[in-house]
């Protein structure tokens, strides 16, 4: 037995050893070291420093420690090659060499790292990106005036005339649809029900997958959807509709849906396609086909009031049912009608969303609805009786404030008041009162009001009587009530009794029929409504089918909207600044920039008039002029607000598309009717020049560019849908290898003896201007002193020519000119711009783009802000870099308490130390400096002539965006303007020459005495009636848009604010098979595992220095670099945005144990935890330490990924450690889990953050991409309310 103890306890021994060398480590990491006491790291994450730089205070400007000696001082500043000896002056000042320095002298060694970063980034623009070689390019090619308006033939007429030519053809297709279907005779329908169940072994096989409709559908038959109520001799085309369908997708490719809607809300719909359950496919469907029934037929307007009872007769079954009805109601009504709504109990009530809705109706446009809808979902029932009479004089009263009554007319107009009750009433004589009250105010109106009442029933309570009396109402039986009164006798409605919420669709029917409704027989055309199955935008086409003068049904078919305005969405003018938008002829937007793009909308857009879009002075009386002018010219001069330049012109031209409602429209803002284009050259496409699908280019070698495939033998072409004549044709069609050898034998044939595969004419000029690029960027490639934090390099011409090095393939919705790098470069034209970090689609994490513009081409070289921009260059760096950059910069940023930072000229931040430090905390896109930096933020709006609160008008989800403007062109080095704050002071100068600042903050106090409050539950600002810039410092935030539902306008100073411009685009990456990949070499090796230190890690393409165990809180012992995915954050085995972490990646302490005894396997857990202890104590204590000599104290939490957010009992145990201990700081923003979207916003259809469940990012300034937004804790609650449910923080 001895020797077994002997094995027993020997690991137990050894374990005690390491726990004492442990406790000894430990405890002697209480005295500083040497390092420490001389100052010398200067890691990225900033190094561990005793000493304070008291960088705020010209009185305590010196250090408490000793400084270091020059040779090591020296070595710290050329350690990075950025920084030479030359330099000691600054860093001295930076340092606090010698006493009794003034603070401004600060400003020296800022402007010296500006000055350095600023043409550093030039640099990288014409040595890495080549911007001079490029523009030389241009400079040489020959350019010709081309006119706007040649031969009265302008942009706008030549679109309106193609999209006549396409809209003809559909409604010729629907005439003949028509025809067939009065001159078939009905068949049974039920050939493959939409919503039953179907034979699966038998069907499925059948069916195919379509990305057009976005489902798999069967192409040989309709699907039908027949409701229990239907009548006998209701017409159904059947097997007709099935071979008229079939035709009409052989000869039109392009169609969408086609659909025979009945009058007993019966349809079929071709191709038959099976509708899941879980969505229902009663709610899916059939209100949008009722709404298209009752659109069609009735294209007069109709006035309708609509009375729901919510007394306390109702049972909670029947108030549910008069709601749905209610919402039903309101799903019919087109935007041509007039809607009022009542709620009734003792006293009526309105929708509160204007004061005007308790007076008049107004029109029932898709806003109206969400709204009214709103207002049903949050009718309740109330303690006392409805007063029905009262109800009825109500409704009365708003037909009678809308309606303009021709006494010389005897036709009606179509007014209808609808009443949803049980119609229980409170005395036996009420319903004469209420017959009086309907006879006295319809007396005024000519008795042209006709009343329907829907009774609202619960099946175990028969309701004979109040049924009665409803029907009375319905047929305002005045006789039965009113005795001794010759009353004029007014038409009958209907009453319906409904007990159930279901096929309500089919249970209200027609509500219209009992009015004096004309049928029109023309086709009719919609407004864009966004189909939920294809998943894209889409105009429908009807017309009526009649039989013996009698309705039997309405024919339609669903179009793509990219299909019809393709030429608008991709529309490029000669002139620059202009762009084009196609309304309707009451006004409504159907296509314009400022929405979201039609093929890539991922929502029902809000219907908005013109004239709110448009909002410039004078641009009322031009609308006017399209309205009464089938085409036409008109220039606007607006006041542009600029002291050099007073007015400006903006030229408008339009023409109505022939035949149909709509009005196509192009504009060009600054005026000139003339530009230039390329002249025809020949093309010389180099052989490292191939077309971006390389899936389809076998003997090209390729290699894997992070999660991309890749070549780096060869720049990539990518083509954008607005190169090509047909961008509709080109993004629903398949690329095939014909097409590609096809694109790129016309671009480089100078023969013409290759046909145009359908590509614009300029576009083989720009190509043959971006080719001549390519051997430079691949020189530039292969330099490893930047090359190794660099993605790609690219640049776009206007007409969507894309050129990629390393060459990438590309998604075809891709569009290179609606992307953020491009669109911030033309704001800044001549000039470096950064864009703030995002999520890189092609696997490199988060990065930085620097892009430039290049000028239209002149012989002299001599180019200005004012000329035309013919291409934008771009180059993707990592994130790392750029702090990288500003460590080398300013060397005094890695002290303790001190923090650099750049950001754009919207004060979103591009490099912060936050964004670097190995905490697992993110995102780092869209992180605004009022959200890190609070009481800088505080203090610069101060600096008036530096920054400025703007507004915008989002009309896409109706939010005013707040939002902040810093001046580029102010020289001088912005500080504290607050007298008396001396616990954080800042030095903020722009970057010249770029749309960037450079900042350095220090803090010496613990206790922060400002912030900037953001809502913790929303976006929403904290008082949208006020906006004093120097009142307080708030978060980018919005607040609601107010368009008064009466007269459609914009109510007090908002119809003056100008109109936000739509995000820039989302980037889809091209599927690429992971096995594939896997089986690729690396474009560029940047040998992760042989970098040894931080320095030569960090910030590496596809590089992470490793620093924390995978709990992301305890610091690994030995910090190594590693490929990205295994260590994302510098947390081992941390999830990334991509999916694709690998997890089990162990550090070598905790490699697995071979099997052992039982014995000493006890012995060992006995040990670990022993080790255990001693690990949690070095750790609280090395924590408390870096709290106390940290190089940076920040008075807002990062931000916190999503996707990090699966263990919530860290932030428990954080909470419970706050309230046990105390909170001294004040807590600004904590950015976990905070709601995307505002409770003012409209949101029309939910939308899954791209890429699964996480949300990478969040946006404080654009309302079409998801986001998180900053929270914020009232200073007295902080230490209580910190650990409560978010939702109840406000």
């Given amino acids: 037995m001895a020797p077994v103890k002997k094995v027993i306890w020997a690991p137990v021994v050894l374990l005690l050893f390491v726990f004492w060398v442990l406790f000894a480590r430990c405890r002697s990491a209480d005295e500083p070291n040497a390092s420490e006491r001389d100052d010398g790291g200067t890691g990225i994450g900033g190094g561990r420093s005793s000493s304070t730089i008291y960088f705020n205070n010209p009185h305590l400007l010196r250090e408490d420690k000793p400084t270091k000696d020059e040779d090591e001082e020296d070595e710290l500043l050329s350690r990075n090659g950025v920084l030479t000896k030359g330099d000691r002056r600054m860093l001295n000042v930076m340092l606090g060499a010698g006493e009794g320095r003034e603070f401004q002298e600060g400003n020296l060694h800022l402007k010296e790292a500006a000055a350095m970063i600023a043409s550093h980034l030039r640099n990288v623009c014409n040595d890495q990106l080549r911007v001079t070689s490029m523009q030389a390019v241009f400079d040489n090619l020959p350019f010709v005036s081309q006119s706007v308006w040649k031969d009265d033939e302008g942009d706008a007429a030549q679109i309106a005339n193609r999209m006549q ?25 039920r050939l493959f029900p939409c919503c039953e169940d179907y034979d699966v072994e038998k069907l499925d096989p059948l069916m195919t997958s379509s990305e057009q409709f976005g489902k798999r559908v069967l192409r040989s038959t309709t699907c039908d959807f027949v409701p229990a109520t239907v009548s006998t001799d209701s017409f159904c085309p059947g097997r007709n509709a099935t071979a008229s369908f079939t035709d009409n997708a052989k000869e039109y490719p392009a169609l969408k849906w086609q659909y025979f809607i009945s009058p007993d809300n019966a349809y079929v719909r071709y191709p038959a396609h099976y509708v899941d359950r879980n969505v229902g496919c009663n709610d899916q469907d059939e209100a949008r086909m009722r709404e298209l029934y009752l659109a069609t037929l009735h294209t007069v307007p109709k006035f309708i009031v609509i009375l729901i009872d919510h007394g306390n007769s109702l049972s909670k079954n029947q108030l549910s049912i008069s709601k749905a009805i209610g919402k039903t109601l309101l799903s019919f009504l087109s935007p041509q009608d007039f809607v009022g709504l009542v709620g009734l109990s003792s006293a009526p009530s309105y929708p509160l969303r204007d004061s005007c809705l308790s007076s008049t109706m107004v029109r029932a446009t898709l806003e109206t609805k969400i709204y009214f809808a709103r207002f049903i979902d949050n009718l309740v029932k109330e303690k006392d009786a409805a007063n029905h009479s009262l109800g009825f004089s109500k409704a009365f009263e708003l037909i009678r404030n809308t309606v303009a009554l021709d006494n010389r007319s005897s036709i009606c107009p179509s007014m209808l008041v609808v009443y949803i009750s049980r119609g229980l009433l409170s005395y036996l004589t009420e319903a004469r009162t209420i017959m009086e009250t309907i006879a006295e105010e319809n007396k005024k109106l000519g008795y042209c009001v006709v009343i329907n009442t829907f009774a609202v029933i619960d099946d175990d309570r028969p309701l004979m009587y109040e049924k009665n009396v409803l029907q009375d109402l319905a047929d305002q039986n005045y006789i039965k009530y009113i005795s001794g009164q010759l009353l004029r006798k007014a038409k009958k409605g209907m009453m319906v009794a409904v007990n159930t919420t279901q096929n309500l669709g089919s249970v209200v029917g027609n509500p219209f029929r009992v009015l004096n409704l004309s049928i029109s027989k023309r086709i009719v055309y919609s407004l864009p409504h966004w189909d939920p199955v294809g998943k894209c935008l889409v105009l429908s086409v009807t017309i009526a089918c009649f039989r013996d003068d009698r309705v039997i049904g309405v024919v339609g078919f669903d179009i793509h909207l990219t299909d019809i305005a393709e030429d608008l969405i991709s529309y490029v003018g000669v002139v620059p600044r202009s762009y084009g938008f196609l309304v309707d002829v009451d006004g409504y937007v159907i296509v314009h920039p400022t929405f979201a793009r039609v093929g890539v909308a991922t929502e029902q857009p809000v219907h908005t008039h013109i004239v709110q879009l448009e909002n410039r002075s004078g641009f009322q009386s031009v609308w006017e002029k399209m309205q009464r002018m089938d085409s036409g010219k008109d220039i606007l001069v607006v006041s542009t607000g600029n002291r050099s330049e007073a007015v400006e012109r903006m030229s408008f031209f339009w023409k109505r598309v022939e035949d149909t409602p709509y009005i196509v429209c192009t504009v060009v803002e600054n005026g000139n009717e003339e530009g230039k284009v390329l002249k025809t050259n020949e093309v010389a496409t180099p052989s490292d020049v191939v077309y971006h699908r390389l899936d389809m280019v076998q003997e090209l070698k390729k290699c894997r560019h992070m999660k991309q495939l890749a070549t780096s033998k060869a720049a990539a072409l990518f083509l954008a849908s607005s190169c090509f004549y047909s961008p509709f044709e080109f993004l629903s069609q398949k690329e095939t290898r014909r097409n590609v050898q096809g694109y790129m034998a016309y671009i480089s044939d100078n023969t013409k003896l290759i046909a145009n595969p359908g590509l614009k004419s300029n576009v083989r000029n720009d190509v043959a201007a971006l080719v001549n690029i390519v051997s430079e960027w691949k020189r530039q490639f292969l330099d490893g002193s930047i090359g190794q934090y660099i993605v790609r390099r690219y640049v776009a011409t206007p007409r969507g020519v894309f050129l990629v090095y390393p060459g990438t393939m590309m998604d075809k919705r891709y569009d290179p000119t609606k992307r953020h790098w491009y669109l911030r470069a033309l704001e800044y034209p001549g000039q470096v711009v950064l864009t703030t970090p995002y999520l890189d689609f092609g696997g490199a994490g988060y990065i930085v783009t620097v892009s430039h513009t290049i000028y239209e081409g002149k012989s002299a070289a001599l180019h200005g802000a004012s000329d035309a921009i013919v291409a934008v260059m771009g180059v993707d760096f990592t994130l790392g870099y750029f702090y990288k950059l500003l460590l080398e910069s300013m060397p005094v940023c890695a002290r303790d308490r001190m923090a650099c930072f750049i950001m754009d000229d919207m004060g979103y931040l591009i490099a912060h130390p936050g964004f670097v430090e190995p905490n697992g905390k993110g995102p780092v896109e869209q992180q605004h400096i009022t959200h890190k930096e609070p009481l800088v933020a505080n203090d610069v709006l101060n600096h008036k002539e530096f920054v400025r609160k703007k507004l915008c008008n989002s009309f896409s989800d109706r939010t005013v965006q707040r939002f902040y403007k810093f001046n580029t062109s102010l020289d001088v080095t912005l500080t504290n303007l607050v007298h008396g704050e001396h616990c954080s002071r800042y030095h903020i100068l722009a970057i010249k020459g770029t749309n960037t600042f450079l900042g350095i903050v220090n803090q010496t106090c613990d206790m922060v005495t400002a912030f900037c409050p953001c809502s913790m539950v929303d976006r929403l600002c904290l008082n949208c009636h006020r906006m004093e810039q120097s009142e307080w410092c708030e978060c980018p935030c919005e607040c609601p848009l107010d368009v008064d539902l009466c007269t459609n306008k914009l109510s007090g100073d908002q119809q003056f604010y100008p109109s936000c411009l739509h995000a820039p685009d989302d980037v889809y990456s091209f599927g690429v098979d992971s096995p594939l990949l896997e089986s690729l070499p690396f474009c560029t090796d940047t040998k992760c595992p042989l970098r040894t230190t931080e320095s030569d890690c960090f910030g590496v393409l596809g590089c992470e220095w490793c620093q924390l165990e995978m709990n992301g809180r305890i610091p690994l012992a030995h910090p190594f670099c590693v490929e990205q995915r295994r260590c994302f954050g510098g947390i081992l085995g941390a999830r990334t945005p991509y999916a694709d972490e690998i997890v089990g990646l162990q550090s070598e302490e905790y490699l697995g144990m071979k099997n052992t005894p039982v014995g000493p396997v006890a012995g060992g857990i006995m040990g670990c935890f022993l080790v255990l202890a001693v690990a949690v104590y070095c750790y609280r204590h090395h924590v408390h330490r870096s709290h106390m000599h940290h190089h940076y104290v920040s008075t807002v939490p990062d931000n916190q990924m999503r996707i990090s957010q699966l263990d919530e009992n860290e932030e428990q145990d954080n909470c419970k450690e706050a309230n046990a201990v105390g909170q001294s700081n004040l807590v600004m923003a904590a950015f976990e889990n905070a709601p995307d ?39 007295l609650l902080l230490g209580r309310d910190k650990c409560r449910d978010r939702k109840s923080v406000v």
């Fill in 165 to 189: 030519i396409k809209l003809k053809k559909y409604s010729e297709a629907l005439r003949r649809t028509k025809k067939r279907f009065e001159e078939s005779h009905g068949d049974e329908c």
């Fill in 1237 to 1275: 979207i505002s409770p003012y916003r409209i949101s029309t259809g939910y939308r899954r953050p791209a890429g699964g469940d996480s949300d990478h990012g969040y946006s404080t300034m654009t309302p079409h991409e998801d986001s998180e937004h900053a929270p914020y804790v009232e200073p």
